[in-house]
């Protein structure tokens, strides 16, 4: 399967990684407006550097779009009219009109568009997950996620840059709005508080508390912050029948499983160290590799992508509108 990167930042890096670990997968061409960057890149991996995709578009299979998130639609766009299956990282888009003509475009073109969730591919939301849909926990009566750190560096960083960013709500609580709907189902509607720390950076959102009112009339939170001087995360969920949780140090590694139901004496802890490393990469890259091979869809969608940009909107209105919001 021969892929093409565009762009050669860092998530790029890790993809590169998992992508040269796939024996089925060869990079051959490398996208980046730097034209140094995309040289390094290729040179790293035996690939070709090209500074616009069309020109290597004759020669891949599929794309991998790693660029800031506004950026996402043309890229992706342009790649599926070609004929080419496409991995997008999150979120799908920016803008929820950006991510419908990216999912409409898949089906118009009949070719496979994956949002790069990797939290999916992790083995601790895996065993929560289990638990859940195999009845342990009964009902669900309540999820939360919890994740606090310093989510942009020193430096320069596209998350911060005026002219690309788009904000944690959209960029960063994708990835848990989507481990919500994975693991407890569909959101009905939103009440949110978003604050921005940094008067630096207006329009940069780095705080938010959401609860969410799920489809079967549980409810869900998420608290987030990139300002935290501490580093923690949480996920759980409390059912009818017992509750479970995930946790660890930092915003994504997870150190210890936990649950207790009606029918266990005690609680039971499970050691897991599932770090956030280059493994959940190369699982969802492997993923999508052989979905495209045997002419399945990927179990991360374009539509999945594109709901969980609808409830990042919800909360950014929620918030401004100061009310619920109905998804």
Same mark, same amino acid.
Request: hydrophobic letters at 45%.
């Given at each position: ?5 565009v ?15 796939? *024996?089925k ?34 020669k ?5 779009? %790693? ?16 004929g ?12 929820i ?15 496979? $568009? ?30 939360w996620?919890?994740? $606090? ?12 840059? *005026?002219?690309l ?9 994708s ?23 940094? *008067?630096?950076? *207006?329009?940069?959102?780095?705080n ?27 996920r ?8 479970? $949780?995930?946790?660890?140090?930092? %915003?994504?590694?997870?150190?210890e ?10 609680e ?37 992508? $594109? ?21």
């Open positions: 399967m021969n892929i093409g990167i762009g050669a930042g860092g998530i790029a890096r890790t993809h590169v990684e998992a992508l040269k670990a796939i *024996p997968a060869r990079i051959v061409a490398v996208v980046d407006v730097v034209e140094e960057r995309a040289q390094a890149m290729a040179a790293s991996c035996g690939a070709i550097a090209c500074p616009r995709l069309q020109d290597c578009l004759d891949v299979d599929m794309v991998h779009v %790693l660029t800031p998130p506004s950026t996402h639609r043309d890229i992706a766009v342009e790649a599926m009219a070609a080419k299956h496409v991995v997008c990282e999150k979120p799908i888009a920016a803008s009109a950006d991510g419908r003509a990216m999912v409409d475009a898949a089906h118009t073109y009949g070719v496979k $568009l994956m949002v790069a969730f990797n939290m999916r591919f992790r083995k601790g939301f895996a065993m929560l997950r289990e638990v859940v849909r195999d009845g342990s926990l009964g009902e669900v009566v309540s999820f996620s919890q994740r $606090l750190g310093a989510g942009v560096g020193q430096g320069y960083n596209w998350r911060t840059d *005026p002219e960013l788009c904000g944690m709500s959209v960029e960063s609580l990835h848990d709005i989507d481990l919500l709907r994975w693991i407890v189902g569909e959101v009905v509607d939103v009440r949110a508080s978003v604050l921005e720390s940094r *008067p630096d950076l *207006p329009g940069f959102d780095d938010a508390s959401v609860a969410l009112t799920l489809a079967n009339g549980g409810i869900a939170l998420i608290h987030a912050s990139w300002s935290s001087r501490l580093a923690r995360n949480s759980g969920v409390v059912g009818t029948k017992g509750t479970a $949780l995930v946790e660890g140090g930092g %915003l994504w590694e997870l150190r499983f936990c649950i207790k139901t009606d029918n266990m004496p005690y039971t802890s499970t050691i897991i160290n599932d770090a956030f490393d280059v493994k959940s990469y190369v699982a969802e890259n492997e993923h999508f590799v052989k979905c495209v091979e045997q002419g399945r869809e990927p179990s991360v969608s374009g539509e999945d992508g $594109l709901r969980a940009l609808r409830i990042s909107h919800a909360i950014l209105a929620s918030s401004r509108r100061d009310c619920a919001v109905t998804v």
